[in-house]
């Protein structure tokens, strides 16, 4: 840590989530990045692989049950279109703040070089294609890639 | 606190943003650039202008705005201010420093 007074160089940051809050945090971090001369790469995995599965990603919502903190009692939340409500009203309320959508977050991400890299075995286990996937995706990696990819001083790892 | 740039006494905060925008001229604007490694060519002055353009005008600067300015777009931008883009320009046009996380 002590070199270069424990600078930030590289943000590797894993998004495991497809929940509409998960995927937000790990792209504001990674833009933010950016934004500071750090530069950013995003590994996704599982259920983060629908922030970048071309016919998902405009579709992903918050999510309603088991999420305290939306003050909505779990029964409710699992009633039909509650979380498709929930979801429209949190994008209404992000558009106001200037904030983009998934797809247009993608595009700003990958013009600003943030590096984006699907994984391989979670590609696997849910039958995904390259072709499925934005186009601004680099590559299709392992775990062992993303490692590789991770090295150097400076580099910190974020699991999301 | 002051600071000598490009022979002029300049108030600046602590970050090396300045205080007061009619202190700036060109030659504070290529000091400071020169200072963050930044050569200023043609195409650097008009996202310049356009900033303090955008400032006097008080807009919230945001690296979403500067894509749809229509004066450059996202990727340009961080051709011609490699490091911290938003931060840099904003720096050496004279204007405050956007407290924009996007």
């Given at each position: 840590?002590?070199?270069?007074?424990?600078?930030?160089?590289?943000?590797?940051?894993?998004?495991?989530?497809?929940?509409?809050?998960?995927?937000?945090?790990?792209?504001?971090?990674?833009?933010?990045?950016?934004?500071?001369?750090?530069?950013?790469?995003?590994?996704?995995?599982?259920?983060?692989?629908?922030?970048?599965?071309?016919?998902?990603?405009?579709?992903?919502?918050?999510?309603?049950?088991?999420?305290?903190?939306?003050?909505?009692?779990?029964?409710?939340?699992?009633?039909?279109?509650?979380?498709?409500?929930?979801?429209?009203?949190?994008?209404?309320?992000?558009?106001?703040?200037?904030?983009?959508?998934?797809?247009e977050f993608l595009d700003i991400m990958t013009a600003s070089?943030?590096?984006?890299?699907?994984?391989?075995?979670?590609?696997?286990?849910?039958?995904?294609?390259?072709?499925?996937?934005?186009?601004?995706?680099?590559?299709?990696?392992?775990?062992?890639?993303?490692?590789?990819?991770?090295?150097?001083?400076?580099?910190?790892?974020?699991?999301? | 606190?002051?600071?000598?740039?490009?022979?002029?006494?300049?108030?600046?905060?602590?970050?090396?943003?300045?205080?007061?925008?009619?202190?700036?001229?060109?030659?504070?604007?290529?000091?400071?650039?020169?200072?963050?490694?930044?050569?200023?060519?043609?195409?650097?002055?008009?996202?310049?202008?356009?900033?303090?353009?955008?400032?006097?005008?008080?807009?919230?600067?945001?690296i979403r705005r500067i894509g749809k300015?229509?004066?450059?777009?996202?990727?340009?931008?961080?051709?011609?201010?490699?490091?911290?883009?938003?931060?840099?320009?904003?720096?050496?046009?004279?204007?405050?420093?956007?407290?924009?996380?996007?």
């Open positions: 840590m002590s070199e270069n007074n424990g600078a930030i160089k590289k943000m590797m940051i894993i998004l495991s989530k497809g929940t509409l809050e998960n995927v937000y945090a790990a792209f504001v971090l990674a833009n933010g990045a950016r934004m500071e001369g750090i530069d950013a790469e995003i590994f996704f995995t599982f259920f983060g692989l629908e922030a970048v599965h071309k016919k998902k990603l405009e579709h992903l919502h918050v999510a309603t049950v088991g999420n305290p903190a939306m003050h909505v009692p779990t029964m409710l939340g699992g009633l039909p279109g509650v979380e498709a409500l929930a979801s429209s009203m949190m994008k209404k309320e992000m558009e106001k703040i200037d904030m983009p959508d998934v797809h070089g943030v590096k984006l890299w699907a994984c391989k075995l979670a590609m696997d286990m849910f039958h995904y294609k390259k072709e499925d996937l934005y186009e601004g995706v680099n590559d299709v990696i392992t775990v062992g890639d993303f490692y590789k990819q991770s090295q150097g001083n400076g580099v910190h790892m974020l699991f999301v | 606190m002051e600071k000598i740039i490009a022979g002029k006494n300049i108030t600046v905060n602590e970050e090396g943003y300045l205080t007061d925008f009619n202190q700036w001229d060109e030659k504070v604007g290529e000091a400071i650039a020169a200072e963050a490694n930044v050569p200023l060519s043609p195409r650097h002055w008009e996202i310049l202008k356009y900033l303090q353009d955008e400032h006097k005008n008080q807009v919230a600067l945001s300015s229509g004066v450059t777009d996202i990727k340009e931008f961080y051709q011609l201010f490699p490091v911290a883009p938003l931060k840099t320009a904003t720096k050496i046009a004279g204007i405050p420093k956007p407290a924009s996380c996007i």
